[in-house]
């Protein structure tokens, strides 16, 4: 026995408060549902858990780009089938002409086809998404729009810009224009009116086609970059989330101890007692 230093109090309170500390670890895991609160909890687990949580944001960003540019497309989209149409209308009008037609006639053609032709230019500059006109790009340096398509260093796609504004809808040598069919048609040459709109379809539908796969591409990213992104976050809750019945059974475990600690700190801090007792005998 000992009275100044009451050894077995304190090795009680040692393991006590060892159970009190993992009891409350349990209780912290339980309640955030996170098994790694801390990096001391898993140095290596929580270097990993924050590289894939970088990862798994930088997809759900892309995934965001992946869908602004596939809406951009569809906007590109509506204004070139409001081109094509208009196109194939100007042709239309074009065969007509070369017809058995009177003079206040071909005026009618000409007047329809001029009015075309403005609401060529008008869906052409009128197009845009966020700003963007894809198709009425008057800045030649820009040919395209570069958009990040992953979370990786070097992931990006390539929207090209055009300009399909009448100007630009030229025949195959690039000297004349859309703009100048009325002149062809006033002056007879249907069949070189006719080789100009199909050179400006041509064009419109090369473009439309692009767009197209660009746009198929764009939804396949976007598809496996949704995949991605479970498979992220599934190998994120494996390493850092909780196992909640395990720690439930911790938690029970350490609870019992803490009391057990607490009943056993009683019975050894009355042995100091007990010594002075046996000293009172000694008289």
């Known amino acids: 026995m000992r009275l100044t230093h009451n050894l077995m109090s304190l090795n009680v309170y040692r393991s006590y408060n060892k159970s009190l500390n993992e009891q409350s670890k349990s209780m912290g895991k339980i309640s955030s549902g996170d098994k790694i609160a801390r990096s001391m909890d898993d140095p290596v687990g929580m270097g990993q858990r924050e590289y894939m949580r970088m990862q798994l944001r930088g997809l759900q960003m892309a995934q965001k780009n992946m869908q602004d540019g596939i809406s951009m497309l569809q906007a590109a989209e ?90 630009n809808l030229t025949d195959k040598t690039g000297a004349k224009s859309i703009k ?36 198929n591409r764009m939804e396949s990213l976007y598809n496996i970059q949704e995949e991605n992104s479970l498979l992220i976050e599934r190998a ?5 989330d909780a196992d909640i019945a395990e720690e439930m059974m911790g938690l029970a475990k350490h609870n019992l101890l803490v009391e057990a600690g607490n009943a056993m700190m009683v019975q050894t801090n009355r042995l100091p007692q007990d010594v002075l007792r046996v000293l009172e005998r000694v008289r």
């Open 78 to 167: 509506g204004g070139l089938d409001s081109i094509t149409s208009a196109l194939n209308r100007i042709r239309e009008l074009t065969v007509s002409a070369g017809g058995a037609k009177e003079g206040d006639d071909k005026a009618s053609i000409q007047a329809e086809i001029d009015q075309m032709i403005k609401s060529i230019d008008t869906v052409a500059k009128g197009t845009e998404f966020n700003g963007v006109k894809l198709l009425a790009n008057e800045d030649p340096s820009l040919n395209h729009i570069r958009m990040a398509s992953g979370s990786n260093v070097g992931d990006s796609l390539n929207i090209p810009m055009n300009n399909l504004t009448s100007d």
């Open 180 to 215: 100048d069919i009325s002149g062809m048609i006033a002056s007879g040459k249907i069949g070189e009116a006719l080789d100009m709109t199909d050179a400006a379809l041509d064009k419109v539908l090369s473009v439309r086609s692009k767009y197209g796969a660009l746009q």
């Open 236 to 240: 994120d809750s494996n390493i850092g």
